[in-house]
């Protein structure tokens, strides 16, 4: 089951990154992301922070399917629990966003996706005889 549930975190990542580019590409969702700030298409440098978002978000999803076991990519266990904690991370920023739009679409989505990471992440390392272990340590 802990693959099943990487798979969806990885899927739910996957979501986002589409959701970044739509917003590169202009699309006018400004008042639901970075704080809300903007109403319709986001400025350049809102735009680059999404371009930023895009690699971050692929890092975590495959960081969290290593930890599962998927086949080929066999990173260390620090990566998933990295990942991990920028979920939670940004859980707590999408909670206390000023923009309530914002707060109402992202934080349930968010505190999900940090919900399946942690779910593989105790499993991975309960797995590995190192609950609350980091790897080579």
Do not use: D, K
């Amino acid at each position: 089951m802990t693959v099943q549930i990487a798979h969806l975190y990885a899927l739910g990542c996957m979501a986002l990154i589409f959701f970044q580019i739509a917003l590169i590409a202009g699309a006018p969702w400004g008042r639901i992301t970075q704080g809300g700030r903007h109403e319709g298409a986001l400025p350049l440098s809102g735009r680059a922070i999404a371009a930023v978002s895009i690699p971050v978000l692929a890092g975590q999803g495959l960081a969290i399917l290593s930890a599962a076991g998927f086949p080929g990519l066999g990173w260390p266990l620090w990566t998933g629990w990295t990942a991990f904690g920028v979920a939670v991370v940004s859980t707590i920023l999408n909670g206390i966003t000023p923009s309530a739009p914002e707060r109402r679409l992202w934080f349930p989505v968010t505190l999900i996706l940090s919900a399946l990471a942690g779910y593989v992440m105790v499993m991975a390392a309960w797995q590995e005889n190192r609950f609350w272990a980091w790897q080579g340590v």
